[in-house]
């Protein structure tokens, strides 16, 4: 499920990142022209770091959009536009989901949290966007794609990442 990732993929994300992933990952959605648009990193990072980030946006535009809107207190709006209580199963899902990446036999730490880390409320709306843009069942990303006006046309969930 995670990695390798083709060297074109890899050197991509890096750019895209700014920096080297810590950990494995696959590209989970990629934007019209191909490039890689969300990727989903493994549940530790390459040193047992757990990684509560499961889906992660790396697509400049989509990121900067997201970032404005978040400036702009996008953050708050999306927490009064919804009921906690779906916000709350959204991240029950997504924890659900990320720990079944994890070995049962596994020994250490482990992520914790939901949607980009937390339990509850809305932390980061580009978490909460690319778990969405994935086929994830969170009403935080479609409230940002609502806002954003964002058209998914193009968008290729790669298999295994879809709902």
Not at 80 to 88: F, G, M, N, T, V
Request: with cysteine; charged share 20%.
């Amino acid at each position: 499920m995670f990695g390798p990732v083709s060297s074109s993929d890899l050197d991509l994300v890096t750019r895209l990142l700014g920096r080297v992933p810590s950990g494995a990952f696959a590209v989970a959605l990629r934007g019209p022209g191909g490039e890689p648009s969300v990727i989903v990193n493994a549940p530790h990072l390459d040193d047992g770091t757990p990684m509560p980030t499961r889906f992660w946006l790396v697509d400049g535009p989509l990121r900067e959009a997201v970032s404005r809107l978040e400036a702009a207190g996008g953050v708050r709006q999306a927490e009064a536009a919804l009921a906690p209580e779906s916000i709350a199963a959204a991240h029950e899902r997504y924890a659900a989901a990320r720990d079944l990446a994890i070995a049962p036999d596994h020994q250490g730490p482990r992520p914790s949290g939901g949607v980009g880390g937390t339990r509850q409320g809305v932390k980061c709306l580009h978490a909460h966007l690319a778990w969405f843009l994935v086929g994830g069942d969170d009403p935080v990303g479609r409230w940002v794609v609502e806002q954003l006006a964002l058209d998914t046309t193009g968008y290729v969930v790669e298999r295994g990442y879809g709902p």
